[in-house]
């Protein structure tokens, strides 16, 4: 069975090493979005960041909808952590994520680690 986005999954990951190499862990999330922003940009990655999703019960729009951290080709959600471990509740944030905005993949990236970790979330 193919690998869903192998090739962009391939330089999403190569960006957050470069990113993890570059600064290590020890910071907020908000400083891996910032660095993740220019890596992609550099590496001609298109992306949203903070991209809106709305959810939908009962066939109506509720008035709280989440906020993906990246939308990478229009196709991938990215979830950027900076925690000992990709723990199951971010996995299962993730997945709701995906059931929400109808996408298939997802990437949980952690950079609160020695070593950089990411993990794939498929529906």
Do not use: W
Request: glycine fraction near 6%.
């Amino acid at each position: 069975m193919p690998i869903l986005f192998k090739e962009e999954s391939f330089k999403i990951i190569g960006a957050c090493y470069e990113v993890h190499t570059v600064l290590g862990h020890g910071f907020i999330e908000a400083v891996y979005k910032d660095a993740l922003e220019i890596e992609f940009t550099r590496l001609g990655i298109p992306f949203t960041r903070e991209k809106p999703y709305t959810i939908i019960y009962k066939e109506q729009e509720l008035k709280h909808y989440f906020f993906a951290d990246f939308v990478v080709y229009d196709s991938i959600i990215l979830e950027v952590k900076t925690s000992g471990n990709i723990i199951d509740p971010h996995l299962k944030q993730t997945l709701n994520y995906l059931k929400a905005s109808g996408l298939k993949l997802s990437i949980v990236l952690n950079f609160g680690k020695p070593s950089f970790e990411s993990q794939r979330v498929i529906i």
